[in-house]
Nanobody, 126 residues
Framework: VQLQAYGGGLVQAGGFLRLSCAAS????????MGWFRQAPGKEREFVAA????????YYADSVKGRSTISRDNAKNTVYLQMNSLKPEDTAVYYC????????????????????WGQGTQVTVSS
């Protein structure tokens, strides 16, 4: 399984970005895809997640209302549209995938994700 995240960049506060995560190596119908981020000196934190099967979505409070996670079955790609960006959104953003079923873990449970992409840098200037 490979996850490749891209789409980061430098943007002014109030701007927007769309991150993409291209997934390959298996079918993901029984997977949940997540976005996490890690700012310098901070722990990695949950941003958003989506069920590949039914498109149910989950968001961290810090991005709720400003971000939208979605997926494109045909392209095997998950997107994170981020609007009204703030300097505190500056971080390396990672996409991740985990199988669903079995023991339940909430979407923000980092240790439950099986696969991780390489990360893409998002920098928001004030």
């Amino acid at each position: 399984v490979q996850l490749q995240a891209y789409g980061g960049g430098l943007v002014q506060a109030g701007g927007f970005l769309r991150l993409s995560c291209a997934a390959s190596g298996r079918t993901f119908i029984d997977y949940q895809m997540g976005w996490f981020r890690q700012a310098p000196g901070k722990e990695r934190e949950f941003v958003a997640a989506i069920n590949w099967s039914d498109s149910r979505t989950y968001y961290a409070d810090s991005v709720k209302g400003r971000s939208t996670i979605s997926r494109d079955n045909a392209k095997n790609t998950v997107y994170l549209q981020m609007n009204s960006l703030k300097p505190e959104d500056t971080a390396v953003y990672y996409c991740a995938a985990r199988g669903v079923g079995g023991r339940y873990y909430p979407p923000e449970h980092i240790g439950s994700y099986d696969y991780w992409g390489q990360g893409t840098q998002v920098t928001v200037s004030s």
